[in-house]
């Protein structure tokens, strides 16, 4: 299979469109999190549940569970 990562997100609308329209449940943008340094970000990945890593919308970056 191929594996598709959608970038630019920014509003909810269009992360909407994507899941709804294209099927697509990973991608990255404004809408999730800022730039980061990337120890930052490692930290992040270090807090998530084993197996779950995903970016959720928020002031400050954060991860957590995919459920659906």
């Known amino acids: 299979g191929i594996s598709v990562v ?6 909810e609308q269009e992360r909407a469109y994507l899941l709804q329209s294209t ?15 990337v120890d930052d970000l490692i ?10 890593r995903c970016f959720l919308p928020a002031p400050q970056p954060r991860l957590a569970c995919d459920t659906a």
């Open 43 to 52: 930290a992040l990945y270090e807090q998530a549940p084993h197996g779950h």
């Open 6 to 11: 959608a970038e630019g997100i920014e509003t």
């Open 23 to 37: 099927g697509i449940r990973v991608g990255q943008g404004f809408l999730f999190a800022r730039p980061a340094f």
